[in-house]
Every structure is written in C-alpha cells, then in structure tokens.
DNA sequence: CTGAAAGCGCTAACAC
DNA sequence: GTGTTAGCGCTTTCAG
C-alpha cells in the first residue's frame, strides 16, 4: 500500500504530528529531524493524500469550470488559460460541458459540490438561475465569464461587447458603409450587448436604423448564419456590409456571399467578433474584433484564488476592452455600388 | 454547516450506519425507515461528502486527461467526448495540458496522484517515459489514446494511421498523381505512421519514392507548414499533389500554393488528415481523412472505467478505422500539367 | 432489520 | 521542539 504520515512517521522516530508540521511548514522543527524526515519522504515515495487534509477543512484545490460545449474553440481557449494559471498555484481544473441544459447544470454543480471543489467558474451561458443564486447564497466561491447578471453579487470577467460591437460599426463607417447588416445571436446578454454597440455606432454616424438589416438567431452553426445572411442578402435594399457577432456567424456571412456570386470585399464588406484563428484561413481573411481571452481566463482564475483564500472575498467586474483588428474582408465602399443599389 | 450523516440519522431517530445503508442502498432496511431517512434527506438537502467515502477506499469518481493543448480543437473534442461518456457514470474529468513539456506532466501526474483520481487517459503526447510506466507498476488505471507505446503493457485507443495515410494516397493516386507530396509530423508515431502508409500505396502502384517528396515539420502551425511546402513546391520537379498529415500542415500547403499563383484544385491536389472543421472553411474545402474522434472519446472513457471498476483489467487496445472524405482540394490530374513538368 | 465501534489519513489544539 | 488526543464524514465488520 502507499505509505501514509504513519510509516514515515514510525521509519524516523517521530511522531504524524511532526511529519505532517514538516510538510506543511508549519510550527518548529528543528533542521536535524526536518532533514531527516524529508530524506525518509523521499526514500519511501511518500505522497501526501489530499483527500485526508482536505477532510480536515483545508482545501481540495480543485475547482471547476462550466462551459456549454468544450469543443466550442473559444471555450477551449478559456479552458487552457485558466487551468495553465490554475497549475501555477496547485489547482487542478475539472471541466464540465453543459450543453446549455438546465437540468445538465444543476446535475453537475450538485456532484461537483459533493465532491467539495473549492469554487466554480462558469462561462457564457448558465440557465438555472436558482442553482446559480443558491451557489451563491452558499458563499461557495465564484466567478462569471462573459456571462452577465447585474443583479446578483458575483465577480466576473467579460470582454466589453457594447463597446466592441461599436468599434466593429464604426470600423465599416469609416470605410464608406451605411447600409449595414448584423447577424446577432439570440438570448445572451453578449449578444444583445454587440447589437447594441452597432445601434449606438450608426445612431452617432447620424443614419437611421433599420430593422431590415438586424437579424437573430439561435443556430450558431456556419450552416445556420448562412441561412440567415442568404435572407439578409436577397432582400431589395442589400446591404453594403455585414456585422457578424462572432466569427462563426460571419464566415456564414462570407459563405452566403460567395454562394450568391457577391464578390468579397469589393461588393461586401463582412467583420467578425473574437478573432479565432479561422479568421485567418478563410478568403478573404477576416477582419475581426479582439478580446484577449488569454488575459480573460487569468483574471477569471485570480479572481477565484481571491475568494478562495481569504474569506473577506472582495468581489469585482473586470471589462476587458476590445481591439479591432483589420483584415482582408472589409474595405472601402465601392462608388459603383453605393449609388446602383 | 452542511449537514452531515449523523444529522439525518439523529433527525430520523436512527443511526449513521442505517442512513449510510439507504444511500448506498446496501443491506436490508425496511421500507419504512427507508422513507422516512428519504425524506429527511431532501428536507435537510444533505449532500454526501465524496471525500469521506473516497477515504474508505472508494472511488473518488474523479478522472485526469493529459493532454498537450487543450486550444487545440482535436484535443478539445477528445475531453468533450470523454467528459459526456464519463458524466453518465458520474465521472468529472480534470483537464491538464502538458505542453509536451516532460516536466510538466510529471508534475500533472503527482499532483493528480495526491488527489487520489481514479484513473489517467493520455492522448497524443507524453515524453516522460519513467512516469509512465510508473503509472503502469502502480496499477493505476490508465488508457492511451493516439499514443502508441507497443511495449508497454497498456490500454489504448487510435486511428489507425497506417491505413489513414494509404487511403489518402490512394485517392490521390485514383486521380492519376504520380508526383506526390508529403509534408509529415515529426517525432511522433502517428506521423511516422501516416507515412509508412504513404509509402506503401506509391509502392503498391509502382512509383518509385522521392525522399525529395517527403518533408517534416516540428512546426505544426499553419506559418510553419507554409514554408515547408514553400520549400516542397518551388523544387524544380514539383508535385502535382500533396499530402498534408494533419488538416493544419495541409493549409498551410494550399496557402503557400496561392502564394505562389499555384491555382487549386486545377494545378495542385491537397488532402488532409482529421477532417476538422476547418476543412469546410477553407477554399476550395479541403479533402480529408476522418477518424471518428467522437467514438475514440468514448471507448478511452468506456475502457478506463472498466479498469477502474474491476480488478481484473482486461487491458485492450482498439484501433478504428480512418474514412475518405472527399471535398473540393482534390481533383484529376490535369493532362496539361502531367505533361509540361 | 438495525446499531456500536473502529478506522481511512491527516491536522490542530493543547500539553510537555 | 515534539507528542497526545481528538476528530473531519463516512463505511464496514460484527453483534444483537
């Protein structure tokens, strides 16, 4: 069997106690049987069993995070950032996807609270509300990515959605669009948020909106955008460009365009939202908007650290502001087609 | 606090061993008491600490997946499928990315030892070789997947690689290429593999090979396979089609075949191996070999939890077949070309 | 059918 | 500086 506290204990003549304040660093020791204990430790493989402490009130140091589909690559990305963070402190992360079901939430959060994880990151989308307000009522540590509820106490991350949906907007302005189009997803506050940056924008450039040109949906797939700007595209008065409110759902954009032999970015301009790498391999490359998700998984994980060491947890919102980043997809407005539509 | 085992059995006028009993639904309780202990339960919303029971030898219902970037969408479809199998048995997964550093997997490793998980899948990369097979001494349950270790006596799950690469250049072959390009992984079995399976096709058709057509990269990003077809393409012989080893390695040919003014599929074939969702996006969309991630995902899950469940582990390795999937990058040799090079 | 007692491996008072 | 004692919350013999 693995040794325990008590074998290295009885090989150096000392007692748990002993061992287990040499561990721990605690209290005082003198160098002799420190030295000596540590040599034992070593001899026998010791490992100390983190259940055992943890039993003992002390941490698990285990947390987990939430996301709806891990295979999703921005999620992915916040998974890598914060467990690489996490690693740097000793936590161990243990990822959930949820499939965006209430029922998978809860089944989730209750097994992970019985297996006594130190804190919980939840990312994008949680819809069991009571589960999530119980969480907290529980003091259970916590931090929300891009997942917004301004009534409830809770720390989170987010990137600033309103503000880069308007630098997107504007982006194409001052490229010489008027006319243009946004492909939004439904239901999230993320989502709403991008729309609302691209009303600001035009409302700003002085141009009237036009409920035409704003479309929703819940199908994130390229299959479902494409549906969705082919609609956007075929209307009379077509747009000069498209918003997609993340990359996904612009590439959709950029596929409809192509399918109706509407050359990009001479007659249509598209722009993203999150900058993935598909930015980068699709044709024309796509411009996009940036939020540092590197920096996002970080916070969120330093954040929960916070709250998991010090009781007096001080909790804060952290907005990580946007860049855009120019790509081959969007360019100025052609004259020839801004005076033939 | 929470409540514990003794609140609910003093509330019931039992004792711990009976409640103990009802959850674990062991021995003979009478209906009665049963109930009643039923009740209590949902009225206290006791939650049976996993740590205490893990401590009694069970399990901790807690598995690891090392990976070597969790970002990188193949890996990330690994721990999607692995964590929805798992979850149906109630396996929580904690995610590592090793980075392919040999250090930093042991560290994973020692860490998740202490944590008493109940069992490891590795996929794709592990160099530290002792750590390993320490793992394998100890007993400790543990599945491989597209890591192949022949001389080890471990469980695993993969593509079959050698049978991927055949097909893929066969297909190419079908469509009357004789100069056939490869740009290879290196260092890894999986690569080796896909192009022993090359070289067995040109064989089989009587082709003789050319080292000058085999290339490898450390690299595997898109930059790096760029230059190396950069390099693959501008020899004065060049091939009429090429084989990227993974669908990252073959963009990276087609975007230095643009780069070039080389018009695909007409002057250049490129198939790629994995069939992930960048093929679709990429134009023209990109020919591929698909191994079906999601079944791997779930037999490393299904064969780990065998291990863990029964002593008498039944060690297996499985190998699942590759499929062509034909897309757009690949396309008959065109006489022109065959004859002017 | 039910319970008393022992102990998993560790830590935290509190002595000495 | 070091050891004794008493649990953390649970499960498991073994009696009744």
Same mark, same amino acid.
């Given at each position: 069997m693995k040794p325990t506290?008590?074998?290295?204990?009885?090989?150096?003549? %000392?007692?748990?106690? $002993?061992? /287990?304040?040499?561990i721990n660093n605690k209290g005082r020791i003198s160098e002799k049987t420190r030295k000596k204990i540590m040599?034992?430790?070593?001899k026998l493989h010791y490992q100390p069993n983190v259940l055992a402490s943890a039993?003992?009130?002390?941490?698990?140091?285990?947390?987990?995070?939430?996301i709806p589909d891990a295979a999703n690559p921005i999620y992915a990305q916040y998974l890598k950032y914060i467990e690489e963070y996490g690693q740097e402190f000793g936590f161990s992360v %243990?990822?959930?996807? $949820?499939? /965006?079901?209430?029922?998978?939430?809860?089944?989730?959060?209750?097994?992970?609270?019985q297996k006594r994880v130190d804190g919980f990151i939840i990312a994008s989308v949680f819809k069991n509300e009571p589960v999530l307000r119980q969480l907290i009522e529980e003091e259970i540590p916590l931090v929300l990515i891009s997942l917004h509820r301004s009534e409830l106490p809770v720390g989170s991350v987010a990137g600033d959605d309103y503000l880069g949906g308007y630098i997107a907007t504007e982006h194409l302005l001052s490229l010489g669009h008027c006319r243009i189009g946004i492909i939004a997803q439904e239901e999230t506050v993320s989502g709403t948020e991008r729309v609302r940056g691209y009303e600001k924008a035009l409302i700003n450039a002085g141009i009237e909106l036009d409920k035409n040109l704003i479309r929703t949906t819940t199908d994130l797939t390229i299959e479902g955008a494409q549906l969705c700007a082919r609609e956007l595209l075929a209307s009379g008065q077509r747009p000069t460009a498209i918003f997609g409110c993340n990359d996904t759902l612009a590439i959709g954009a950029m596929l409809a365009a192509k399918e109706l032999g509407i050359k990009l970015p001479d007659e249509l301009s598209v722009i993203g939202f999150d900058n993935t790498v598909m930015c980068k391999i699709?044709?024309?490359q796509l411009s996009s908007?940036?939020?540092?998700?590197?920096?996002m998984g970080r916070q969120a994980m330093g954040l929960l650290i916070q709250q998991i060491e010090q009781k007096?947890?001080?909790?804060?919102?952290?907005?990580?502001?946007?860049?855009?980043?120019?790509?081959?997809?969007t360019a100025r407005l052609n004259d020839s087609i801004k005076y033939s539509t």
């Open positions: 506290i008590y074998d290295i204990a009885r090989e150096a003549g %000392v007692s748990a106690t $002993t061992v /287990s304040k040499v040599e034992i430790i070593d039993m003992k009130g002390k941490s698990t140091y285990t947390i987990a995070l939430l %243990v990822m959930c996807s $949820t499939g /965006s079901d209430p029922e998978k939430e809860a089944k989730h959060i209750t097994l992970l609270k699709v044709e024309p908007i940036a939020i540092p998700i590197h920096e007096d947890n001080m909790k804060q919102r952290i907005a990580l502001l946007p860049e855009l980043v120019v790509r081959q997809s």
